[in-house]
Structures are given as structure tokens and as C-alpha cells.
T-cell receptor, first 111, second 113 residues
């Protein structure tokens, strides 16, 4: 089976940088995705790492270390609208692309 | 270009009843996955459909079944509803060759009384 661990809650001030870590245990690992979900909304794709290293998309960056079964999401220049839940998800199973999600990290951005 | 759409938005059923949820994938997408999300939890994979076949299944009982139509839209059926089936049911679509990105619909909030 698969298991993922991420912090349950993180609080940061507007304009700051926050890092959300994710460790995973899985077989058949293909990649690590990150999704954002606002209360009452649908998960929205943020990033995907299949190889080791850093992927940058605007204010968001994601990192993967396959040897350490570890990844993180880095959010820079935090804005109030970034307050949401963030999920890491491992992709397993090749073309079937099943996603196994963590329990999520609730980010609260304060003034 | 419409994204993933789901219907209905909300649904209230009683124990033992059956329910059918519907999903239309994003234009150009041929693969549809269904997830169950309980309050405060991450989405849990139910199953995935591709070319009208169930390609992979998560750890859900046979009460959960699905179907994909030639136009790639999909249905999720749940029989003999239990109180524990109350959750947000999410549909996600992807195109052939897409890697980690799946597009989620707004979900159907199912309440079982």
C-alpha cells in the first residue's frame, strides 16, 4: 500500500515563505503531485515532479528526492488567497495514473 | 472550454437507497477517475475508467460501480447506501499521456441519513 505524511496545519504571515513537507512510502512510484483545495472547492493542480530536483511555477516551487521518499512545496510571497488545504499525492501504476493523496496541510495566512 | 462538470451538486439519500452521480470530463480528456473525500481528509481513489473499461480500482466494496460512455462521460453508482458513504465525490479527468495533472470537478456532496 501507500502512505503519505504531511503536517496537519501551518500558519504564516502575508509576504512570507512557507514550506510544506511530504514524506511517502509506496511501491510503483512514478511521481509526486501537489494540489490546492479551498474550502468547498475542488482540488486544483499545482505541480508534478517525476524526477529529483526543483520545479518552479511562479510563486510556487516543488522539490522531490526519490532516494529519500521526500518532497516539499514552497510558497513564496504569501497572499491571503493562499489560505487553503494543500495535498501531496503520489502517482502510482503507470498509465493508470492512480493518485494516492495525503491527509492535507491546512495553511492559514495571516496579516 | 468547459472544465470537468458534475451533477448533481448536492444529494440527500437515506440508508439502503441507491445513487447515481454523473461526470463530464474536460474537453479532449479520455480518462476519468472517481474519488471520495470525507470531511477533513484527502481524496480516496475509487476507480478509473479508460476506453469504457475500469482500468484500476481502489479499496472500495462492490457496492461502488461505474460506467464510462463513448463520449467519455462517466457515472458512479453506489448501492445499499450506508451512513459512512456521506462524503464529497470528486471526478477527475486527464488526457492520454498527461502525467501528474488531473483536472477535478466541483464534486457532488452526498449526505446519507
Amino acid at each position: 500500500g501507500q502512505s503519505l505524511e504531511q503536517p496537519s496545519e501551518v500558519t504564516a504571515v502575508e509576504g512570507a515563505i512557507v514550506q510544506i513537507n511530504c514524506t511517502y512510502q509506496t511501491s510503483g512510484f512514478y511521481g509526486l503531485s501537489w494540489y490546492q483545495q479551498h474550502d468547498g472547492g475542488a482540488p486544483t493542480f499545482l505541480s508534478y515532479n517525476a524526477l529529483d530536483g526543483l520545479e518552479e511555477t511562479g510563486r510556487f516551487s516543488s522539490f522531490l528526492s526519490r532516494s529519500d521518499s521526500y518532497g516539499y512545496l514552497l510558497l513564496q510571497e504569501l497572499q491571503m488567497k493562499d489560505s487553503a488545504s494543500y495535498f501531496c499525492a503520489v502517482r502510482v501504476g503507470g498509465t493508470a495514473s492512480k493518485l494516492t493523496f495525503g491527509t492535507g496541510t491546512r495553511l492559514q495566512v495571516t496579516l | 472550454d468547459a472544465g470537468v462538470t458534475q451533477s448533481p451538486t448536492h444529494l440527500i439519500k437515506t440508508r439502503g437507497q441507491q445513487v447515481t452521480l454523473r461526470c463530464s470530463p474536460k474537453s479532449g480528456h479520455d480518462t476519468v477517475s472517481w474519488y471520495q473525500q470525507a470531511l477533513g481528509q484527502g481524496p480516496q481513489f475509487i476507480f478509473q475508467y479508460y476506453e469504457e473499461e475500469e482500468r484500476q480500482r481502489g479499496n472500495f466494496p462492490d457496492r461502488f460501480s461505474g460506467h464510462q460512455f463513448p463520449n467519455y462521460s462517466s457515472e458512479l453508482n453506489v448501492n445499499a447506501l450506508l451512513l459512512g458513504d456521506s462524503a464529497l465525490y470528486l471526478c477527475a479527468s486527464k488526457g492520454t499521456g498527461d502525467m501528474g495533472e488531473q483536472f477535478f470537478g466541483p464534486g457532488t456532496r452526498l449526505t446519507v441519513l
